[in-house]
């Protein structure tokens, strides 16, 4: 009984400030004069440029991306935005480093031989010198469910375990998944213990490094991998520590594969070679010693974040800031993509909101009045590698991070489903009225009722919160920008217009946008942004918060 009474009055509670809140939001004619010069005919033609083949898609770093950056710059300038960026400027640098092998000065050696690094061994992961015996661990899968266990006759502790497994290698780990096995067999609880790939069990059991043998798909691709797996992945400088050790781990496992020549050296009089099939464990004679001794150079390369501030105009709440945001970066070429087109153009994704942003500055340069608040504009750059712009942003802010009340984050607001539309793939495509709006109820119950409140004083767009649950399992509020925002205690609210057909793919182009539907959703933002920034008192986090932003 008590239980549901409970929930009732929690519910009248709720009610009340919210319908207190749910304050009719009021759209002064100027305000309005303002969001409607931003037009479909402009985001288009700014569009149409950012989302260009000369573009490249926009990889994080690039030289695409820094045309787009110059362009953004270009445009606040000549708007008399201020540059919020490093020391008064529109960028704010972001080094970008990435640990190159040096071939010349890496060595192998099998049982005293030596052998050529980026010929005979390349480097997946990892960069520790290993000096060890090499024990042979079959596939290197251990699966207690399906009574799969190569290391039971074998001791891998400080030793370079080799392993090989036919397939293309990728999805789970370095060494495809046995036949016979798929993803059921391996939840994710049961990791490390009731099942392990190569690299887990290796590192969980102490080996010196892992060997990854020529299957016939690494033969066949042995070019791509010497030339993709010399050099480190590419990490945010200052966000990441040196020498790729986690936080607080140990240094990853160095991980190599071995070309034909290097394991025809191991298994040469030996019990049997893998190659032809050998499947059995076993030690390696002990005289053929692993010894690589690794060399990197650090390499660095730089890309931005685009910032920028339109001053408010109350002497006090001008101090603080209504954050709003968009990545300008998308993920590049992929110079093997079947067909001709090999150009990521990121029209959607998120050419749109890159655009929405900047047509939001400019109906603010053309603005008789100025919002009380100041308004901020971050463009991110790193987004597809992994929110870094919006990560480094947060923990190294240009600005006073704490005086930004609201973040409005805007990543894919160009696309509806048409009527008749029967592809699965545009199932949660919004219609040319909807779009989905994720956080803003999830933090603060101002941000909240002022996001729900103007669009229902003005264009009245199908605001679907369909995905404002921390538990939704696409979670696409863990998948953007605000996140970060969030993360730093910040209320966000994102605007969405669904996945679709060509989402990531090279035909996310400019000429399926619907820049109607997008012209009423910037327009819309530019109005909630108005109506925040003009607020008394700053939004209050006043929500229970999900988890992931309470446990920091
Ligand atoms: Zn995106």
Known sequence: MKKTFFALLMAVALL??????????????????????????????????????????????????????????????????????????????????????DPAATSVKIGGESFAYGEDIARASGSGNISAPIVFAGNGWMIKSKNMNPYANIDIKGKVVAVIGEGPIGG???????????????????????????????????????????????????????????????????????GGAPQGGQPPMTVLFASVKAANAIFKGEAGNPLNGYAESFAVNPSKNFDFTIATKTEMQWTQNVVALWEGSDPVLKNEMVALGAHYDHVGTNPNAPGDDKIWNGADDDGSGTVSV????????????????????????????????????????????????????????????????????????????????????????TLGAITKGTNDAYLKIGYDYKYDDPKDTNRFFFRSDHFQYALNGIPIAFWFTGVHEDYHQATDHPDKIDYNKMEKIARTIFLTMWELSDLKERPKIDKQLP??????
Do not use: C
Request: no cysteine.
């Open 172 to 242: 789970r780990g370095l060494v495809p998944m046995p036949a016979g096995v798929t993803q059921a067999d391996l939840p994710a609880a049961g990791r490390g213990t009731e099942w392990a790939d190569a690299a887990t069990y290796a590192r969980n059991n102490g080996a010196a490094g892992l060997l990854i043998l020529p299957s016939k798909f690494l033969q066949e691709n042995w070019g791509a991998v010497t030339a993709n797996f010399g050099r480190s992945r590419m990490v945010v400088d200052k966000l990441a520590p040196a």
């Open 16 to 101: 009340l400030p919210t319908a207190a809140l749910g304050q009719t939001v009021k759209i002064s004619s100027d305000e309005r004069k303002m969001a409607e010069e931003i037009t479909a005919g402009q985001l288009s033609n700014y569009l149409y440029f950012v989302a260009s083949d000369a573009m490249g898609g926009r990889d994080t770093p690039s030289y695409g991306l820094d045309v787009t950056a110059e362009f953004l710059k270009m445009n606040l300038q000549k708007w008399g935005f201020k540059g919020a960026g490093d020391n008064g400027t529109f960028f704010q640098k972001i080094g970008l480093r990435r640990d190159a092998i």
């Open 358 to 445: 900047l047509s939001i500055a400019e109906a603010l340069a053309k603005g008789k009045v100025r919002p009380k608040r100041s308004i901020l504009l971050v463009w991110h750059a790193g987004e597809e590698k992994g929110l870094w712009g919006a990560e480094y942003f947060n923990k190294f802010p240009t600005v006073n991070i704490k005086n930004v009340i609201a973040q409005l984050n805007i990543d894919m607001i160009g696309r509806s489903r048409k009527a008749g539309d029967t592809n699965p793939k545009n199932k949660d495509l919004s219609d040319e009225n909807g779009v989905y709006v994720i956080g803003a109820e999830m933090m603060s119950s």
């Open 547 to 552: 988890p992931e932003l309470t446990q920091r």
